[in-house]
């Protein structure tokens, strides 16, 4: 039996498809989710091991890591999914906010790999971390600028993760930007972000799906990003 692959907030949108398709290449799965819905019990009916954990706070985040360590002898990947999005235009204080994004975004995930590298090091050939990062990373957000830092710092730590753990472990990041649309998406707001990629928008989940197999089947890279952003950034230039 192969080492499980442990995936944070795999209940919905790209987390649940990357769960689904590795279940589905009969690859044990660990996940985390933060509140209970129908997605829990459907990746547990297929084998997987679930964790409830809430990253905003360090104690679940340490509950969360013997959880892990409870449930498995190795790893052979890490993938930090989970995320939460605020804007600006919340109640919470300001304080508050960026706290609560760098717990997620930036905490849980360097806490996670120092307390589980070892467990990776036990995998047969190199094992990976992926950082699920943003194009924010990069350009900034003014209506999400606690956000958008957190996945700044989530991105440095690639590259500081991947200088520590080489050779052994590879550590790379994937940065989506809109691969889908919500649901009370209107046709206005689609006509809108459309007007700022290259490419059609929200092409959906199988995009981070198989950067993701991309990631996990590469032997000589790390300290990278895969941009998954339909050339939104050349869109002005």
């Known amino acids: 039996m192969p080492y499980p692959i442990f995936i944070?907030?795999?209940?919905?949108?790209?987390?649940?498809?990357?769960?689904?398709?590795?279940?589905?290449q009969d690859t044990?799965?660990?996940?985390?989710?933060?509140?209970?819905?129908?997605?829990?019990?459907?990746?547990?009916?297929?084998?997987?091991?679930?964790?409830?954990?809430d990253f905003s706070t360090q104690a679940a985040i340490d509950r969360?890591?013997?959880?892990?360590?409870?449930?498995?002898?190795?790893?052979r990947a890490i993938?930090?999914?989970a995320s939460d999005w605020a804007p600006e235009t919340t109640d919470e204080s300001d304080g508050?906010?960026?706290?609560?994004?760098?717990?997620?975004?930036?905490?849980?995930?360097?806490?996670?790999?120092?307390a589980l590298a070892s467990y990776l090091s036990k995998t047969e050939g190199i094992a990976d971390i992926i950082h699920?990062?943003?194009?924010?990373?990069?350009?900034?957000?003014?209506?999400?600028?606690?956000?958008?830092?957190?996945?700044?710092?989530?991105?440095?730590l690639t590259l500081s993760f991947s200088r520590a753990l080489a050779p052994e472990i590879k550590v790379n990041s994937i940065a989506p930007s809109l691969l889908m649309?919500?649901?009370?998406?209107?046709?206005?707001y689609r006509e809108r972000a459309s007007a700022?990629?290259?490419?059609?928008?929200?092409?959906?989940?199988?995009?981070a799906v198989n950067a993701v197999n991309f990631v996990l089947g590469s032997d000589y890279m790390t300290g990278q990003t895969i941009h998954l952003n339909g050339g939104r950034p050349l869109k002005n230039c």
């Open 64 to 75: 969360a890591i013997l959880e892990v360590k409870a449930a498995c002898d190795g790893l």
């Open 28 to 53: 044990p799965v660990i996940f985390t989710y933060r509140t209970p819905k129908p997605s829990v019990d459907e990746l547990v009916h297929k084998g997987a091991i679930a964790v409830k954990a």
């Open 181 to 188: 649309f919500n649901e009370g998406d209107d046709e206005a």
């Open 8 to 24: 944070t907030g795999a209940t919905q949108r790209l987390g649940l498809a990357i769960a689904r398709d590795l279940l589905s």
């Open 79 to 81: 993938i930090h999914n």
């Open 196 to 207: 700022k990629f290259l490419l059609p928008p929200a092409p959906g989940a199988h995009e």
């Open 96 to 114: 508050a906010r960026i706290a609560r994004m760098m717990a997620v975004h930036a905490s849980a995930p360097y806490c996670i790999n120092k």
């Open 132 to 156: 699920m990062t943003d194009l924010v990373q990069e350009t900034g957000s003014e209506k999400h600028l606690a956000y958008a830092a957190s996945k700044a710092a989530l991105h440095n």
